[in-house]
């Protein structure tokens, strides 16, 4: 491995393609890995460029430290900071800012955002369709529940053949079924169509995203949000700066650039921590560069 590229992996000067050659180099070299993740560490602070390197690093950490610095070198987190922006300004767009997907962030121990539900890695994401599992005296049960952000009181669609028949209203939920009363006169069927509300669907998958961010499932994190993009345009009252700069992710996944500007604007005005500011700071640059 060159000096020369070393040299421009601690300056945060690799270019994507590059970042990603390395991490797999690193795989298979222990020097090499060893060099990158101490550079990595010291990058973010845990430790000072020339000192003696922490004894964990070559301990039973050392596979921790891997996913760190593979994720770290694939997703470019490492780069050179950025002067710091005057307040409600937003720094041009670099080129690694300008492609890739959008990133996406979980709640901080500080954030006053919700929680709506208790959400495990073993978690399936959320779904906006679910159907009829059964009826008994008027009382329907369905295969949706809290997991999908269905809640007490709220109202569900009842589809056949794609056409509304009517609503059931949500007496008794659980986390992956729920019950409901029929409408009086509504002749529902065993595998009718049930649909979550929009607002309730978009809830629970903003819930799973950031969970799947807050423990460094980036993919995870796209896949639950793409996922979310396929449901209807919904407004969907949010305030703390994870929620809208997820919600800006889903509108951008789902072409929705204007929607997503705007959403990426309110984060930046939420008061949000350095770390995270960068973060939507680079989602708005490069959605601006690829216009």
Known sequence: MSEDKLDRFARGELAAKESRELAQKAL???????????????????AKRGGVRPVWVALAGLAAVAAVVIVALSTNLFRRAAPTPAAGSVPAASSSAMSGPPVFLGRGAESSAPVFRDVTPESRTPRRLGMVTSIEDGTAT????????????????????????????????????ARGETAAGMALRVDDRVRVPAELYLRAALDQIAEASARGDSE??????????????????VSSYEDLNNLGGIAELRGDRAQAQALYEQALRAEAPE????????????LRGAR
Do not use: C, M, Q, W
């Open 275 to 286: 770390a995270a500011r960068k973060i939507i700071e680079n989602n708005l640059a490069r």
């Open 220 to 237: 995870g994190a796209r896949r639950i949000a793409g996922e979310a993009a396929a449901a209807d345009k919904s407004e969907l009252a």
């Open 142 to 177: 369905v295969d949706l529940g809290s997991l999908d952000g269905l809640a007490k009181g709220a109202d569900a669609e009842v589809l056949r053949d794609g056409k509304v028949l009517g609503k059931i209203r949500l007496t008794a939920i659980f986390r992956e079924r």
């Open 28 to 46: 298979d070299d222990p020097d090499l890995f060893d060099e990158l993740t101490y550079t990595s560490i010291a990058k973010t602070g845990l």
